[in-house]
């Protein structure tokens, strides 16, 4: 691939040529310059061919390029994003690595900038912190800028079009939220998708202090109004009002009730602390069952067992169970996958460590700035890492 080495010098000796001219006023066209180049180099070799080039390795084609302002400690740098396509379903796409450093780093600083603004940390303070940490020197206008941007950008990641998701996983946590000199306790709404691709995302997120049915429903609408179709399955635990949306909003899809948290619901009915290592690992009996009929069968005897000596026990299996048992027919890793609101742990952990720093909310916009700043991360990495579902092996 000779034109890199083209590209190479011409791209060195023009950047020189501005240093040499400009001297250190001259170093973020330098940068600009040296930059476009890597990146087009990055995408040749990714692409296994250069531009024009016949190789019988080659995995897709140059296409253009996107412009991005990107600041950086000697300015913005003007760049051009190199672009591909025709690569191979389900391959990642390509980012240049070099573009991928400097955006995490901007965008931890907006995080950090936005986390202070979130937790009332004075603009001053925040202008204070940041040139400390990045020897990067911002005014208070441009943090007030930079919050009211995320605000912005977070909003309009709220409100993306959505499209078919087969799945959906609902979960809800709380939070505490200062409103007219009290203490409240906010629900955080989180909706996640396994997307016809098989990848999770995080769809709709919402903060509230209004009544559960009514949030749920709110919630669930704007999904729908987003675009949101194709659902066949929605995984959950028994949320207040969630089910009464769920029929409202929903109607006729199918709903697997959370295993993990029906095990724990379980163990407030078991009357003798003795009992619950063994009843625990018979209600996973029937959860592992080979099929629906088997699953069954076993609940009808773990109900006949403690008819006598737990009747409370008895009577909230026969109810309970059956509810956590809608994926069993599913093929092997689907059922996996969907019989626990598990595959939201990572977030439910990674906002408690947020939240956790800030205890009280002064609003709910404040706790919703946080949690969606949060969760759009992840469901990037989510969007654009492995698959969770193979929905081809069914």
């Given at each position: 691939m000779a034109h890199h080495h083209e590209d190479d010098s011409t791209a060195t000796r023009q950047a020189m040529a501005i240093l040499i001219e400009e001297g250190?006023?001259?170093?973020?066209?330098?940068?600009?310059?040296?930059?476009?180049?890597?990146?087009?180099?990055?995408?040749?070799?990714?692409?296994?061919?250069?531009?024009y080039e016949r190789t019988p390795e080659r995995r897709g084609y140059a296409n253009g390029s996107k412009s991005k302002t990107v600041k950086s400690r000697t300015g913005p740098l003007q760049l051009q994003i190199p672009q591909v396509r025709g690569l191979a379903e389900g391959e990642a796409g390509f980012y240049p690595q070099a573009f991928e450093r400097g955006l995490r780093s901007e965008r931890a600083l907006t995080m950090a900038i936005a986390e202070m603004y979130v937790k009332g940390v004075s603009t001053r303070k925040v202008v204070a912190i940041t040139e400390k940490l990045c020897g990067l020197s911002v005014s208070s206008t441009q943090v007030s800028r930079a919050a009211q941007q995320l605000d912005e950008e977070l909003a309009s990641w709220r409100e993306r079009e959505l499209g078919e998701t087969p799945a959906l996983i609902l979960d809800a946590r709380y939070e505490k939220v200062r409103q007219g000199g009290k203490v409240l306790s906010a629900a955080v709404l989180l909706a996640v998708g396994v997307l016809k691709s098989g990848k999770r995302s995080v769809l709709g997120v919402s903060v509230s202090l209004s009544e559960a049915e009514v949030h749920w429903r709110e919630l669930l609408a704007s999904l729908k109004q987003r675009g949101l179709i194709g659902v066949r399955v929605v995984v959950s635990d028994d949320h207040a009002g969630l089910r009464a949306?769920?029929?409202?909003?929903?109607?006729?899809?199918?709903?697997?009730?959370?295993?993990?948290?029906?095990?724990?619901?379980?163990?407030?009915?078991v009357p003798r602390v003795s009992m619950r290592k063994r009843v625990a690992s018979e209600i996973r009996g029937v959860f592992n069952a080979f099929d629906r009929a088997d699953a069954l069968q076993r609940l009808g005897?773990?109900?006949?067992?403690?008819?006598?000596?737990a009747p409370k026990l008895a009577a909230w299996l026969e109810e309970n169970i059956p509810e956590g048992l809608t994926t069993i027919d599913y093929p092997a890793v689907q059922r996996?996958?969907?019989?626990?609101?598990?595959?939201?742990?990572?977030?439910?952990?990674?906002?408690?460590?947020?939240?956790?720093?800030?205890?009280?909310?002064?609003?709910?916009?404040?706790?919703?700035?946080?949690?969606?700043?949060?969760?759009a991360e992840i469901s990037d990495e989510w969007e654009t890492g492995r698959i969770y579902i193979n929905w081809k092996s069914e």
């Open positions: 250190l006023e001259g170093m973020p066209r330098a940068m600009q310059i040296l930059l476009n180049v890597a990146m087009k180099i990055e995408r040749s070799e990714f692409l296994r061919a250069g531009p949306a769920l029929e409202a909003e929903l109607p006729g899809v199918a709903w697997q009730r959370c295993q993990f948290h029906l095990q724990q619901n379980a163990q407030a009915y005897r773990l109900v006949d067992t403690y008819r006598k000596p996996r996958r969907l019989r626990t609101t598990n595959a939201l742990e990572r977030l439910n952990k990674e906002i408690k460590r947020r939240t956790r720093v800030a205890t009280l909310f002064p609003n709910e916009a404040s706790l919703l700035r946080l949690v969606t700043a949060v969760v």
